[in-house]
């Protein structure tokens, strides 16, 4: 065992940090006795920060708290306004007996330092003021009463009163109904109001009032009658209230006196400029209802208050600078450290990227030869472990995962003895070291055999391990084994190289596979894996040409699933492939391990029976496979239930060519369809003669409607309201060659075979535009305008993009006005998909198109449940009204129904059939809309029944 030498050499070294951290470590050092230096200033700065902020703290706390008041106010006088006995004490004029309903109220409130408690009547005359029982009677002017009463609404508000007091006033309009009866109001002196603040902020409040709002001899009169306390003459500009012989701190008169508080914000200390060192000043202004500043808040905050705080934030700036010097400078000698290193490693790099580039290039050159996974494998490995620089022993080994994707399977290996080989050829996911890597999908280190290190035998060496998972994208593939000298020491950039490997060795492993994938796309299924088409046929040819060597026989399957497109469109295509899957799960478990099942496309299989099979038991397979498939499948949608039709045939009994088998086997199948589907049939002659039929009708179809084979006749309605006729119904009719003649042929005769081969699309859009072409032809004439009801297919009805856009340019095309086209659909196509129905519908409705239900009755709806469709009509289907002689009858009861819920939801009715003089007064009776039928009119070519038309506008027909 040869091992490998380190590409590494040790090369001379120089420094470069004496030169560049010497100049640094001084500046720094110069930065800090700056700092020191300033620290008056800075201790200056951090007092008028805080006070500042304390000061903004307290503007919005004052802000805050008046907002509380307004809303205290408001409660409790809504409370105050829903008292029914305080409201007929008011109404009444009982004064007295209001002022004992109200004084407790009032001493409630007193908690909340309420000093203020009146009755207003509605034009403003003071009815009570329960605070002052004597004084009633007075016309009230007060601003916040005059908002009141010009708002309605409830007002608020600072007032300065003639006296000098400075009150918190809020006044509640109070209603009965929609009148006004008088008005409530409460209030709360200012100081009061200013006292709460100074808990929560530990500082001295002082409220003083601007003197040129106040009128001196009423302030002091004020004051001895109230025991008011107040200082009208310390102050020049302010007046104090408060407590009586209050001691100014210092500073105090100073500051007002400098006038610095007359501003609208709050300002910081000019304690300094004063004299007064320990303390600060800070004003607030207080504002009255008419937004004028009438008074202030003066805050006092003493200095030794922020002495602790100025210290910490000292010492925290200076260990920030210190602690911000240490790591600056830790970090430059780290990033020289980095450079001085990256110097060293240039060349090393060089040297090694030029041969991880070799290597690289020779793996890759592997792959355009024509080598086998395993042979390409082991050149890569010897290439890997050639590399100069990598300390590896040339011993390594390659893993790929195994399809159950549990264990790794021994691709190829280099240098490994034969007792090891055992022990790996197969090694599950999380097991000894390469398999951990592989679970973890990281890279897996190891200097020496641990405890991780599971496969062991006697004659084992010491040694480490590189582990790499060979990963493509998400995708494990593999994993790469190498082994290192024992206690050897992580390299970094051998892990990187490492990586860059295994992302080259899973390109050539994916690139195999990829090729591998592609010669069995090309002959099977994506979404199902079964044969496809191609590969179906070519094992058909083959089985057959054995059984007619052999003059044995050949099944052939044929099955379609039916009710798929249901899934399709209702669950959406994701859950249609999760049914592909899990039908084709279902059959494989139906037939032998020899038989074949191959998808043709869409949700067609085929099924060969290649032995000799009984016929009893081609039978059991063909009724197990529709039993499974008749169970229900469960979806991420939800849940489906499908069926499936099965056509079988015989090779050589039926037929001896695979196209003719293929054909025959399509031709049982489609008859299996019509049988009610959920059913298998064997081909037969009279199948054939039948399916022959069947085309060239289909084919005598297309060819009438190339020709223009096709006609409108018309059917009209009458209104029995006005005994006009209100709009006309367009039926198709097939004039169709017959000899010498013409035979008129009724929907009855065609369309159902028009559905089933498509050719109702291209029909219902000619009608369409017929229908509206003619109808705008005899307005054009001067013929009474009245709507065409066009009938629409559930084909059409089903894809309503295309639907709506057909409409849209049929209506450009001939300029009829979208109100005189009406569409009829049926009860099964509402409720097939009702999100999309409804989504077709309301864009009709935009456009003016009119809607109705034709044949109502006779699907499994209700109008409960088409009350949701925007729908203008319902038709009654004529097998309700062909018995309605007798009033007693089930169809009458059935009729009466749908005419009274119809009614209920503003829908009109109109009942098709009307054949007799009694059903007709029968439903006249009932309150029908309309009528159609043979009675009034059959279905008349368009020149009878313009003719019949203008008659009847003339002779105005009665009934």
């Known amino acids: 065992m040869r091992k490998r030498p380190s590409g590494h050499s040790n090369r001379s070294s120089f420094s470069v940090r004496r030169p560049v951290l010497l100049p640094l470590l001084g500046t720094l050092f110069c930065v800090m006795i700056t700092f020191v230096f300033s620290t008056h200033w ?36 809504t409370l105050l306004a829903q008292s029914d006995t305080l409201r007929r004490l008011f109404l009444t004029g009982d004064r007295a007996a209001l002022l004992r309903e109200s004084r407790p109220i009032l001493d409630t409130m007193h908690e909340n330092r309420v000093t203020h408690f009146c009755f207003h009547r509605p034009d403003g005359v003071n009815f009570l003021r329960v605070h002052q029982p004597d004084i009633y009677g007075d016309q009230i002017d007060r601003p916040t009463l005059l908002r009141a009463q010009q708002s309605g609404a409830f007002a608020f508000g600072a007032e300065l009163g003639r006296v000098g007091t400075l009150t918190l006033r809020a006044v509640l309009p109070w209603r009965e109904g929609s009148t006004v009866i008088g008005y409530l109001e409460l209030g709360k002196e200012i100081e009061h109001f200013v006292a709460g603040l100074q808990a929560p902020f530990n500082q001295t409040f002082y409220t003083f009032l601007q003197r040129e709002y106040l009128d001196a001899s009423q302030w002091l009169d004020a004051s001895r009658r109230f025991g008011v306390g107040l200082d009208w003459e310390s102050f020049a500009d302010l007046v104090f209230i408060g407590q009586k012989d209050v001691h100014y701190p210092d500073g105090l008169q100073e500051y007002i006196a400098s006038r610095l508080w007359n501003h609208d914000e709050p300002q910081s200390t000019i304690s300094d400029a004063l004299g007064a060192a320990d303390n600060h000043f800070f004003a607030l202004p207080i504002r009255d209802s008419r937004e004028r500043i009438v008074g202030r808040v003066i805050g006092v905050a003493a200095s030794s208050q ?3 705080i100025i210290h910490r934030y000292g010492v925290i700036v200076m260990a920030i600078v210190i602690g911000f010097t240490l790591l600056l400078g830790l970090f430059f000698n780290y990033l020289l450290t980095r450079v001085e290193s990256g110097i060293q490693q240039t060349s090393r790099s060089l040297e090694n990227a030029m041969q991880s580039r070799i290597a690289i290039s020779a793996m890759l050159e592997t792959g355009a030869a024509s080598l086998s996974m395993e042979n390409q494998l082991h050149v890569a490995l010897e290439i890997i472990l050639t590399v100069s620089w990598l300390t590896l022993e040339y011993k390594g080994s390659i893993f790929l995962v195994a399809e159950d994707g549990e264990h790794l399977v021994l691709a190829t290996h280099v240098g490994l003895p034969p007792s090891l080989l055992n022990l790996c050829a197969q090694v599950p ?3 000894c070291l390469c398999g951990r890597a592989a679970l973890r999908r990281e890279i897996l280190f190891t200097p020496h055999i641990d405890h991780e290190h599971d496969v062991r035998f006697p004659e084992m060496q010491p040694h480490g391990h590189y582990c790499v998972p060979i990963l493509f994208g998400d995708q494990l593939l593999g994993v790469l084994n190498l082994y290192v000298p024992d206690n050897y020491a992580r390299n970094r950039e051998e892990e990187a190289f490492l990586t860059t490997i295994s992302y080259t060795l899973a390109n050539l492993v994916e690139q195999r596979r990829n090729e591998e994938r592609l010669k069995h796309i090309a002959g099977h299924d994506v979404l199902t894996g079964l044969p496809n088409r191609a590969l179906f046929q070519m094992r058909l040819n083959e089985h057959l040409a054995m059984a007619n060597r052999s003059g044995g026989e050949v099944v052939l399957m044929f099955l379609d699933l039916d009710r798929f497109k249901h899934v399709n469109d209702t669950m959406g295509h994701k859950a249609g492939d999760e049914l592909l899957k899990e039908a084709t799960r279902r059959i494989l478990s139906c037939v032998r391990q020899y038989d074949l099942v ?24 063909a009724r197990r496979i529709l039993e499974e498939l008749a169970k229900p499948f469960h979806l991420g949608a939800g849940e489906a239930n499908i069926s499936g039709s099965i056509g079988i045939t015989v090779f050589p009994r039926d037929a001896r060519d695979m196209e003719s088998l293929l054909k025959q086997a399509d031709t049982a199948m489609y008859f299996a369809k019509n049988a009610g589907r959920n059913a298998f049939c064997f081909f037969t002659e009279e199948m054939q003669t039948a399916a022959m039929d069947r085309l060239q009708k289909e084919e005598e179809l297309r060819m009438a409607l190339d020709g223009q084979e096709f006609v409108l006749h018309y059917q009209p309605k009458l209104d029995l309201a006005t005994n006009q006729i209100s709009s006309m119904e367009a039926l198709v009719r097939w004039q169709k060659p017959n000899g010498d003649k ?58 309503p993009e295309t639907l709506i856009e057909a409409v849209t340019q049929v209506l450009h095309k001939t300029q009829l006005d979208p109100g005189f086209l009406e569409l009829e659909i049926t009860e099964s196509m509402v409720m097939e998909n009702e999100a999309k129905a409804i989504h077709t519908m309301k864009v009709f409705q935009g456009m003016r198109i009119k809607m109705s239900v034709d044949d109502f009755g006779t699907g499994h709806s209700s109008l409960g449940s088409l009350k949701k469709f925007p729908i203008h009509t319902l038709k009654i289907d004529r097998t309700f009204v062909r018995d309605l002689a007798s009033e007693n009858s089930d169809e009458a009861a059935i009729v009466h129904a749908i005419i009274s819920m119809a009614k209920s939801l503003h829908l009109r009715v109109v009942a098709e059939g009307v054949e007799t003089e009694e059903q007709l007064a029968f439903l006249r009776q009932q309150g029908c809309d309309e009528i159609q039928g043979y009675y009034f009119s059959r279905p008349l070519p368009a020149d009878d029944f313009a003719e019949f038309l203008q008659r009847h506008n003339k002779d105005r027909w009665t009934v």
């Open 42 to 77: 800075l201790d200056h700065a951090i007092e008028t920060y805080i006070l500042k902020q304390e000061a903004q703290s307290i503007s919005r706390h004052l802000q805050h708290a008046m907002a509380e008041q307004a809303r205290f106010f408001r409660e409790q006088m």
């Open 306 to 308: 922020f002495v602790s």
């Open 429 to 431: 996911m999380g097991y």
């Open 598 to 621: 191959a998808r043709l496309g869409g949700d067609e299989f085929t099924i060969i029976l290649p032995q000799l099979t009984q016929i009893h038991y081609v039978k059991f397979i």
């Open 742 to 799: 013409i035979e008129l042929v009724a929907p009855d005769g065609f369309i159902r075979l028009a559905e089933e081969t498509g050719l109702i699309v291209p029909l219902g859009a000619w009608v369409l535009h017929a229908a509206c072409q003619q109808n705008k032809l005899w307005q054009e004439q001067g013929l009474p305008p009245v709507r065409v009801a066009v009938n629409l297919s559930a084909s059409q009805f089903s894809n």
